[in-house]
Structure formats: C-alpha cells, structure tokens
C-alpha cells in the first residue's frame, strides 16, 4: 500500500504564491510519473501538472509560465510552487502518483483557497 501525505495548501491573496509539496511512502517499488491535479466546486477534475520519471513535465493551459512541478526521487517527494494565484486557482488539489507497473494513488487532497 501507497500513502501520499500532501501539504503547503492555506489561503492567499490575488498575485500570491503558495507551494505544495507530496509525501510518498510505503510499498513504493519505482515511482513513474508525479503529478497535481485540482477539482472546484461544480467542476472535473483537472490536470495542474505532471512530472515524468525523465523530469519531463506536463503543465495545463492555465497555469503554464506561473506554476513549476518539481520532484525529489530520494525523498519520494512531488512539488508544486504556485506564483501569480488567481481566484479561479482556487480549487482542491490532489496529488497523483503512477508507479511503474502501472498502480496509482490519490492524496486526500489539500485546499487552495485565493481571495482578498
């Protein structure tokens, strides 16, 4: 079994930035692909980025030039550092994980709050 602890999520004003970051732990063999994804009320759930094994990264359209995902293989850690926030940022992010093999997990996801 897989748990993701994730963590950095709060409330923050317009232009503001926030960063979150993704624990993994337990039976992790080789971890493949990283990533965040953020669901709004009445919304999908949508991709905010992934992070290859390769460190080639996946951004969506929206948050392309002001959000950059890191990861820390070593430490089984995913990042994300969130600049320039805009209410419609604001959202709950859940963070995803894909091992080789093919299984993958969801976080509980962490609350990102932009308001004045």
């Known amino acids: 079994q897989v748990q993701l602890v994730e963590s950095g999520g709060g409330l923050v004003q317009p232009g503001g930035s926030l960063r979150l970051s993704c624990a993994a732990s337990g039976s992790i063999v080789s971890i493949n692909r990283m990533g965040w994804y953020r669901q709004a009320p009445g919304n999908q759930r949508e991709l905010v980025a992934t992070i290859s094994r390769f460190d080639i990264s996946n951004y969506g359209d929206s948050v392309k030039g002001r959000f950059t995902i890191s990861r820390d293989n070593g430490k089984k850690t995913v990042n994300l550092q969130m600049n320039s926030l805009k209410p419609e940022d604001t959202a709950v992010y859940y963070c995803?994980?894909?091992?080789?093999?093919?299984?993958?997990?969801w976080g509980q996801g962490i609350q990102v709050t932009v308001s004045s």
């Open positions: 995803k994980v894909d091992l080789l093999g093919s299984k993958e997990y």
